[in-house]
Nanobody, 124 residues
C-alpha cells in the first residue's frame, strides 16, 4: 500500500492549486480516501474525503465551496482542487486511506495508511 501526495507549492491569496494522491497496491474504488492538513503548532484536521463506490464526497466547513475532491479510477489517483486559497489554508497536506469497507471520517486517527505530505503556502 502506497500513497504519494504531490502538487503543493507557493500561491498567492485567491489563487488555485491541485493536489494529487497517487495510490498503488490497492484499488481506489474499494477504499475511502481523505485529505488532511496540518499547520505549524496545530492539530491535523480533516479537509475532505471521498468514499469507496459510489464515491460520495465530504468537506470541512472551512473549505466547502472552494475545494473539490475527485478521483480518477483509471489512474488510481485522487485529486484535491483548491480554489480561492486563503493564507489560513497554509499547511502540509496529506492523503490517507481507511481500512476495507470503512466509511469516510473527519478524524485522522481513523485512517491507517498515509502518504508523505505536500506543503501548500498561501502568501503574497
Amino acid at each position: 500500500v502506497q500513497l504519494q501526495a504531490s502538487g503543493g507549492g507557493l500561491v498567492q491569496p485567491g489563487g488555485s492549486l491541485r493536489l494529487s494522491c497517487a495510490a498503488s497496491g490497492f484499488a481506489l474504488d474499494d477504499y475511502a480516501i481523505g485529505w488532511f492538513r496540518q499547520a505549524p503548532g496545530k492539530e491535523r484536521e480533516g479537509v475532505s474525503c471521498v468514499s469507496r463506490s459510489p464515491g460520495n464526497t465530504y468537506y470541512a466547513d472551512s473549505v466547502k465551496g472552494r475545494f473539490t475532491i475527485s478521483r480518477d479510477l483509471a489512474k488510481n489517483t485522487v485529486y484535491l482542487q483548491m480554489n480561492s486559497l486563503k493564507p489560513e489554508d497554509t499547511a502540509v497536506y496529506y492523503c490517507a486511506r481507511r481500512g476495507p469497507s470503512e466509511s469516510c471520517s473527519r478524524w485522522y486517527w481513523d485512517f491507517a495508511s498515509w502518504g508523505q505530505g505536500t506543503l501548500v503556502t498561501v502568501s503574497s
